[in-house]
């Protein structure tokens, strides 16, 4: 062997100290690669501390400015005006805001904006994302804004569209939803309007007065759009005018107790969509929705169908949304028009909301293990409605119904037994409706009293309007030979309306009136009271606003063009009444006419109310935050409890 292969102890050493190197190369990695994730976490820590820190800072300067405007008085206003309390010229100004958009002399309302009553971000379980299913007992016929006609088409466009204000969810005041701030003419013939600079609809384009003009001008009032029961309501406004990109003027025709309200309210629409499609294809169209309200249409923003009936109508987060984000990503409305059929897909936790009908109500609400997993809501509230059924009081089909004569209608109300209703179908919930005004508002006149369930009453007024039984056959004629025979219309989805009709059917036995009971589907029954092709029909009719412009049902000018008095009833003293009311200011004043306009009704009668009912919902327990408001819901402050999802 030679001195080259031999293994000294000079190698021994030189092996070791590379060994001892080559470990602490090791460790060293090791401790960098500890010391890397270590950074990682912290740096995901500091990103969400940094996020919950922004929209920390967003609530704060919310608080901030809503305590600088109420230290300046700014931020009050009149339940139903939206005007600043204080008639001092500087109230809702601050010399921090560029005021130079306004008109000079009048005060400008910097309006505090529509946030979280009751934000859901500060619960200790709260997680963004997840999905809401909703139970709805029928299909909407259309969700395209201003042509739609039923409810669901309602609380789809108030998910999607805005307007450049809305009440808070206590019916109070007006906030700020589009616009930030307005003037409101001490007189009632003008508002200016100043849209926010970050307000954009769902395809990222922004806000601007154009599009509100574009919305009353050229959509609401274009003749040829089918939106006759909107041009009904909005008939004050003169004119709207676009100021600059962000400015909005509106002259009225002359003042009206609730200019500002239409002028704020209405859902502004992107010009840029709506613009590029034809009339006719609006009126036909069942899904074509757009707005800049906290969710979309699921389906990408495009002149095509986005939704036709039968499918759910599944709405997903706006990504461009300019407000407080809602925390659920989406929300499915699933058509279920069996009512054993939605009660079983809740208990399945299928759906996770539903409105029951008041049997499955009265079953659940003391039974622990429904209440287990589901939550029970159950109040009366300023959007709450009243049952009722309209007398056609006009012709159909070129004939005058029997219900054209007051007395017959009057005969028909006291042949119901409203009590009985109340207490079978409706459970003993709400009340006996007395008129169209809610029991809760100033509008509704305490003292008229409902009428009385009167049979023989009933047959004497029928005897007074000429109906008697000429041949005894047991069925009631006129001098004409013709039998008193008439139809209800009812929809299929409607359990109480079935029971209503029925009900109707054996009292009207009773007086010598035949009454036969029509089921139509939702689609069909909106054409049916679009044509006012029926004889009588039950419907509930629900309040958006805490003081309804009766206008929009009552007025017989709501008689034409499709508009919603299709009862066609028509009475002189009711028109002077919501005209003088209308243009009243005085809210005392104005009371004093809604409740002479009340008595008129009741005496007329042309629908008979049956009950005021409470809002019932049935909720499954992972959705939190649900809380009863005297507006209704409030679907963004809702989450989805985070071990669920």
């Known amino acids: 062997m030679s001195m080259g292969q031999r293994f000294g102890f000079k190698d021994l050493v030189l092996l070791l100290a590379v060994l001892l190197v080559c470990g602490l190369v090791v460790l060293n990695m090791i401790q960098q690669d500890r010391a890397w ?8 820590t500091v990103g969400e501390q940094e996020k919950r820190i922004g929209e920390l800072a967003k609530r704060l300067d919310g608080v901030f400015e809503s305590n600088q405007r109420s230290a300046a008085g700014s931020d009050r206003h009149s339940a139903f005006s939206g005007q600043p309390e204080s008639n001092s010229p500087d109230v809702g100004s601050s010399s921090s805001r560029d005021e130079s958009w306004a008109r000079p002399g009048v005060a400008v309302v910097w309006a505090k904006a529509r946030g979280f009553e009751n934000d859901p971000r500060l619960m200790n379980d709260y997680a963004p994302g997840g999905t809401l299913v909703e139970a709805i007992e029928g299909t909407p016929a259309k969700l395209t804004p201003y042509v739609y006609g039923d409810t669901f088409g309602r609380r789809v466009n108030e998910l999607v569209t805005e307007g450049l204000a809305d009440f808070d969810d206590a019916g109070r005041e007006l906030r700020g939803v589009l616009a930030e701030a307005w003037q409101y003419d001490p007189k009632g013939m003008w508002l ?33 759009i089918q939106a006759e029961r909107y041009r009904a ?27 500002d309200q239409l002028a704020l309210r209405f859902p502004v629409l992107p010009k840029k969509f709506y613009a590029a499609i034809a009339p006719a294809a609006i009126n036909t169209a069942t899904g074509l929705l757009v707005g800049s309200g906290p969710y979309r249409l699921d389906r990408a923003d495009s002149g095509g169908e986005q939704w036709k009936p039968g499918e759910d109508v599944v709405l997903v987060r706006n990504e461009q949304y300019w407000g407080d984000e809602p925390a659920i ?16 897909a809740l208990e399945s936790r299928s759906v996770d909301l539903m409105r029951p009908t008041f049997e499955q109500y009265a079953k659940r609400k003391d039974d622990p293990a429904f209440l287990a997993s589901n939550a029970i809501h159950a109040w ?38 409203r009590e009985r209703i109340r207490s079978e179908v409706y459970e003993g919930l709400g009340l006996t409706a007395t008129g169209p005004f809610n029991p809760l508002a100033a509008q509704a006149d305490s003292a008229i ?42 929809a299929t989805s409607s359990d109480a309306g079935k029971r209503i009709g029925a009900h109707l059917k054996d009292r009207c036995a009773l007086a010598g009136v035949r009454c036969g009971v029509n089921l139509i589907d939702a689609a069909g029954f909106e054409a049916v009271r679009r044509a006012r092709d029926f004889d009588a029909i039950t419907m509930i009719w629900s309040p958006s606003d805490p003081e309804i412009d009766p206008r929009q049902i009552w007025h017989s000018d709501s008689i034409r063009d499709q508009g919603d008095n299709f009862a066609q009833w028509s ?15 005085d809210p005392a004043k104005r009371m004093e006419l809604w409740h002479e306009l009340h008595r008129v009704i009741h005496e007329e009668q042309p629908y008979t109310f049956v009950c005021n009912l409470p809002w019932v919902r049935f909720v499954g327990k992972r959705v939190r935050n649900v809380r009863e408001y005297p507006m209704g819901m409030e679907y963004r402050e809702w989450y989805i409890q985070s071990k669920d999802q």
């Open 449 to 490: 009293v409902p009428w009385a369930c009167d049979l023989e009453r009933a047959k004497a007024l029928l005897t007074e309007a000429g109906w008697v039984d000429r041949d005894n056959n047991g069925v009631r004629e006129n001098d004409q030979g013709e039998e008193f025979a008439f139809e209800i219309t009812v």
């Open 192 to 224: 200016r309007a100043k849209i926010r600079d970050n307000a954009r609809f769902s395809d990222g384009s922004p806000v601007t007065a154009e599009d509100v003009r574009f919305t009353f001008h050229d959509y609401i009032f274009n003749a040829e």
């Open 37 to 44: 994730r270590r950074v990682e976490s912290i740096a995901a």
């Open 380 to 417: 009366a509230n300023i959007r709450s409605g009243y049952s009722y059924i309209a007398w056609n009081c006009g012709e159909r089909k070129g004939k005058l119904t029997p219900f054209h004569d007051a007395r017959v209608r009057v005969a028909m109300t006291m042949l119901i037994n």
């Open 571 to 585: 009475n002189t003293k009711a028109d002077e009444l919501i005209d003088r009311g209308r243009a009243e200011m």
């Open 233 to 259: 309501n909005y008939d004050p406004i003169r004119k709207v005018t676009a100021v600059s990109e962000r400015v909005v003027e509106f002259e009225f025709a002359q003042p009206r107790f609730n200019n």
């Open 329 to 344: 990503q989406e929300i499915r409305l699933r058509p279920i028009t069996d009512a054993a059929a939605r009660m079983a």
